[in-house]
């Protein structure tokens, strides 16, 4: 994680994410704490139980990313893996449900598209991975992966 002491902003290709691992985990809705995916846990830092007030889920993506000089994996959490997505964590995750290989064919949707990321380096000292704070699509045509998807399985739109 040389040289991004600071936040970096750098132009970037998709070259891999890791889904054999899951894209999302269940927070406390109320303090956004981890929580374990077991049903009714109670929040161990706000003593909030899940099973009276809901849980959610939120995005933890470990994509890999190609630079003009290196190739570096990074960690994209919940606000920057929407712009991948185009969908909440609670919604791909339902979606995944009814099809369960959506998520190696979001890998390979997001294969190649181009972005412009700033990255910075983890606040908690064990994690290991550069986070990605902010994405943005280089590509005009650009359609996150949850639009592709539903095209691919031929689910229509929700109608208002």
């Known amino acids: 994680m040389e040289g991004y002491e ?14 054999a691992n899951s894209l999302s985990y269940r927070a406390c809705s109320l303090c956004e704490r981890t929580l374990p995916d077991t049903l009714n846990a109670l929040c161990k830092f706000c003593h909030n139980n ?5 849980s959610k889920r939120l995005f933890r993506v470990l994509v890999s990313i190609a630079t003009d000089t290196k ?9 920057a893996a929407r712009v991948l997505f185009g969908c909440s964590a609670d919604d791909f995750f339902h979606f995944s449900k009814l ?9 390979k949707i997001l294969e190649g598209e181009m972005f ?3 990255l910075s380096k983890p606040k908690n000292g064990n ?29 229509k739109p929700a109608t208002s």
């Open 71 to 79: 190739v570096l994996n990074v960690m994209c959490f919940d606000r």
């Open 6 to 19: 600071k936040a970096t902003t750098v132009m970037c290709t998709v070259i891999g994410m890791d889904y």
């Open 127 to 155: 994690a290991q991975h550069l986070r990605a704070v902010s994405i943005v699509p280089l590509r005009s045509g650009f359609k996150p992966a949850i639009e592709s998807l539903k095209e691919f399985y031929g689910v």
């Open 116 to 118: 412009r990321m700033t």
């Open 50 to 54: 899940t099973a009276s007030s809901s």
């Open 99 to 107: 099809h369960p290989f959506a998520a190696s064919n979001a890998a």
